[in-house]
Nanobody
Framework: QVQLVESGGGLVQAGGSLRLSCAAS????????MGWFRQAPGKEREFVAA????????YYTDSVKGRFTISRDIAKNTVYLQMASLKPEDTAVYYC??????????????????WGQGTQVTVSS
């Protein structure tokens, strides 16, 4: 099992920045990729960004390209999501996820085996 704990959410004005962190514990040697998803009220959970764990290949949804950066610290078993130029439409609960088997098709929730509890990000206009 892998446990994931997110932190770093909060309230920020439009145009501001936040950095989310997700610390993994447990069977971290099994992690093949990690990702960030978000879910706004009344909407489905959507892919935001992902990184393969060993090589560090990154993927982003179009709406955050150029504004968000995903990175990982293997020694700390932590993945980060640096968010800049935030918009009100970025408001959502952000979830960290880890896969123990996938390094491709990381935009799909079904590719992940473990999920964090979520952290709220609110962007005011």
């Amino acid at each position: 099992q892998v446990q994931l704990v997110e932190s770093g959410g909060g309230l920020v004005q439009a145009g501001g920045s936040l950095r989310l962190s997700c610390a993994a514990s447990g069977r971290t040697f099994s992690i093949s990729a990690m990702g960030w998803f978000r879910q706004a009220p009344g909407k489905e959970r959507e892919f935001v960004a992902a990184t393969t764990w060993r090589v560090g290949t990154t993927y982003y949804t179009d709406s955050v390209k150029g504004r968000f950066t995903i990175s990982r610290d293997i020694a700390k078993n932590t993945v980060y999501l640096q968010m800049a130029s935030l918009k009100p439409e970025d408001t959502a609960v952000y979830y960290c996820a880890a896969s123990a088997r996938a390094t491709t098709l990381l935009t799909f929730t079904s590719r992940y085996d473990y999920w964090g509890q979520g952290t709220q990000v609110t962007v005011s206009s």
